[in-house]
């Protein structure tokens, strides 16, 4: 049914979970991955740790090493199960269109993606790329919690 398999990661310990879970649905399902990651564009006046003591190139640097990491977690996950794996780090103002974007690029047949579960005040001050990626995708998406 399912034959490519889009999974984002942000890096955290969720998304750890969800790779896990994904790549093990890709296996049963003889589908290949590409896996996403997507940071925020360099703000002179950013509110990341990162953005206020880096340089926009060392900024790139840092974001870069960051996504090779949070990538590399799927790509070994993968690799233990033999699964194909393809990865693509963006970067952009919202995760969310990029996760819909790339899977229509890249002829994905669902988005296996993890939620953190915010509600309330929370969401609205955080916001929900997984409600976001429900609401824009054309793709059926799969949400782990």
């Not at 979970?17 to 991955?33: C, L, R, S, T």
């Not at 996403?36 to 974001?63: C, K, W």
């Not at 699964?83 to 988005?111: F, G, M, N, Q």
Request: hydrophobic share 40%; proline share 3%.
């Amino acid at each position: 049914m399912f034959k490519h398999i889009l999974i984002p990661t942000d890096g955290s310990e969720l998304s750890k979970i969800a790779i896990q879970n994904g790549v093990q649905f890709a296996k049963e399902a003889h589908a290949k991955i590409t896996g996403l990651t997507v940071t925020p564009p360099f703000h002179y006046m950013g509110r990341d740790a990162l953005q206020i003591n880096d340089s926009v190139e060392q900024y790139g640097v840092d974001t870069k090493a960051l996504a090779d990491r949070h990538l590399q977690v799927l790509k070994d996950e993968a690799h233990k199960v033999g699964v194909d794996c393809d990865v693509l780090h963006c970067t952009s103002e919202h995760p969310y269109e990029e996760i819909v974007k790339t899977a229509e690029a890249r002829h994905c047949d669902v988005i296996f993606q993890a939620s953190h579960g915010r509600r309330g005040v929370s969401a609205l001050i955080w916001g929900s790329e997984t409600q976001k990626v429900l609401t824009h995708s054309k793709i059926p998406v799969l949400v782990f919690r």
